[in-house]
């Protein structure tokens, strides 16, 4: 399978490549690690009539420290993401989440602000950046904005992001010693996707929950946020009564595809069961950490 | 309209420049312009890892690989392994371990397991069996394939000290 025509550009500068979709016009895409967008391009899926490659843009790459933030530059692969000592140190969930995708290969190739800006609901990152109440810098030649990644996604490959701007940043908070985190991914085997995914991020006082956040990986056509179970734990101790009632609640926002991995049932169940188990591990990590 | 690019690379420390069609895919460059057939086409949809090639110190996919993202970049394929002394201690583990029936996985295994024994020399089989979740094989069951990494890991820490 080989991709449709296309005219390749590979600017050297986030000014030039912003020029460059201005003249492109809408049939232009951007092109990251392309481990989406060439499987896409293979089957037809997507046809742009320009891609412009952003790998040797140097204002997209690096991770870096910024107070109370870290910055991502979007073109940091999957595999620079596991091996960041910054992340690692100060928020170690990224690249716990990183090596449950894909696999060696793809990892040396996809990159975060691939994976964000897709707007797949079966990718891992989405969902984990709503939990980390992420923000996103979207640049253009026209300037820039900052959307939170809780109103990015609209729906399946639709986000907030217009055609001619580029992902330019991905900033997470720092996490607290005291914060808990788990992702939690059942998938059938080696580089697929998620059947379900659950990500939690806890903070305890005195064994109170004082603020969580679950959400949830393709079980959707956009990654979930589920509000009612964080309402339901916050300001209670969380016991096995709790984390049920969450799983319940979670359980019923699923709205999950039906496709080779499963039924919408079976689907909606292991959703359930992912947040079971990254709450008990979110849990653990928050009173380890005390 | 087929848009062309010039492309230069280096390729088992050969040096090459093509034109290509912007839309060329790195695994047809290297098997049907420079004639190294060695890198397979398996699924052609970056799951079972048969075209993995080294490109700039990393193993990748490259069915996955435009040619025209290879620009400058140092490639390597399973024809650079073998020395002037002969095989690689890869090669020379899969053929003592039985680390290939068929032997359609073998160049992307070889390839993977060179650069993933760079990043960990001295690897358990846990260890191998994660480096190589990237690669399928339909004969072997995997088994001799760990083996045979296991082989030259302890040829080359050997040679090393
Ligand atoms: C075998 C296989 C298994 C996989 N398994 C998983 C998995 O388990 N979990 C998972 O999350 N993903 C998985 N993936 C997807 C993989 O992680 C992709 O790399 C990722 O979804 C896209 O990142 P990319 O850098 O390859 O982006 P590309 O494919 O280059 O781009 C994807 C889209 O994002 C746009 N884009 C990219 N970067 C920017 C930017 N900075 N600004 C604006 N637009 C941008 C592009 O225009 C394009 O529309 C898998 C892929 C493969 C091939
Ligand atoms: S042919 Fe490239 S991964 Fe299968
Ligand atoms: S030896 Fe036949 S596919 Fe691996």
């Known amino acids: ?290 | 309209m087929s848009e062309q690019q010039t492309v230069g690379f280096t390729v088992n420390g050969e040096r090459h420049t093509v034109s290509v069609p912007t839309r060329e895919l790195l695994v047809h460059t290297l098997r049907e312009r420079l004639h190294l057939t060695g890198t397979h086409i398996g699924c052609d949809s970056s799951h079972c890892g048969a075209c993995t090639v080294d490109l700039n110190g990393r193993s990748v996919k490259s069915c996955t690989v435009l040619t025209v993202q290879a620009q400058n970049a140092e490639v390597l394929t399973v024809e650079g392994l073998a020395g002037p002394d002969g095989l690689h201690p890869l090669q020379e583990g899969f053929r003592e371990e039985h680390g290939l029936q068929c032997g359609f996985c073998t160049p992307g295994m070889l390839v993977r397991a060179y650069r993933f024994l760079q990043e960990n020399p001295d690897p358990d089989e846990d260890q191998i069996r994660t480096g190589m979740a990237g690669n399928l094989c339909r004969c072997t069951g995997y088994q001799n394939i760990v083996k045979a990494i296991r082989y030259a890991a302890e040829k080359q820490t050997a040679g090393s000290v």
């Not at chain 1, 320009?50 to 595999?79: C, F, K, W, Y």
């Not at chain 1, 691939?114 to 992420?134: I, Q």
């Not at chain 1, 914060?179 to 080696?190: D, E, I, S, W």
């Not at chain 1, 969580?212 to 209670?236: D, H, M």
Request: glycine share 8%.
């Open chain 1, 1 to 290: 399978m080989i991709p449709p025509s296309f005219a390749y550009r590979a600017p050297a500068s986030l000014k030039e490549a912003l020029a460059l979709i201005d003249e492109s016009g809408d049939d232009a895409k951007f092109l990251a690690g392309g481990h989406s967008l060439l499987p896409m391009m293979k089957f037809r899926v997507s046809e742009p009539a320009v891609l412009i490659d952003l790998g040797g843009v140097p204002e997209l790459q690096g991770i870096r420290e910024a107070g109370d933030r870290i910055h991502i530059g979007p073109m940091s692969t999957e595999n620079e993401i596991i091996g960041s000592a910054l992340l690692q140190q100060k928020c170690p969930l990224l690249p716990e989440v990183a090596r449950w995708i894909a696999d060696p290969q793809v990892r040396n190739r996809g990159t975060i602000g691939g994976d964000v800006a897709h707007g797949d609901p079966a990718n891992d990152h989405p969902a984990v950046m709503l939990a980390l109440e992420a923000d996103f810098v979207l640049r253009s030649s026209q300037g820039e904005r900052v959307v939170p990644a809780n109103e990015f996604y609209f729906g399946t490959y639709f986000t907030a992001m217009e055609a001619n701007e580029v992902l330019a940043e991905i900033r997470v908070p720092v996490l607290g010693p005291g914060t808990g985190y788990a992702y939690k991914k059942l998938k059938r085997k080696t580089g697929d996707f998620a059947i379900a995914a659950a990500c939690v991020l806890l903070t305890l006082d005195r064994g109170i929950c004082k603020r969580i956040a679950i959400t949830l990986t393709n079980v959707g056509p956009t990654p979930l946020r589920a509000s009612a179970a964080e309402q339901a734990l916050t300001g209670k101790a969380i016991d096995d009564a709790a984390v049920e009632n969450a799983a319940q609640l979670a359980m019923q926002i699923c709205d999950p595809a039906e496709d080779l991995r499963g039924d919408k049932e079976y689907k909606t169940h292991m959703a359930g069961e992912m947040v079971r188990r990254a709450i008990r591990q979110a849990l653990e990590r928050a009173k380890e950490a005390k």
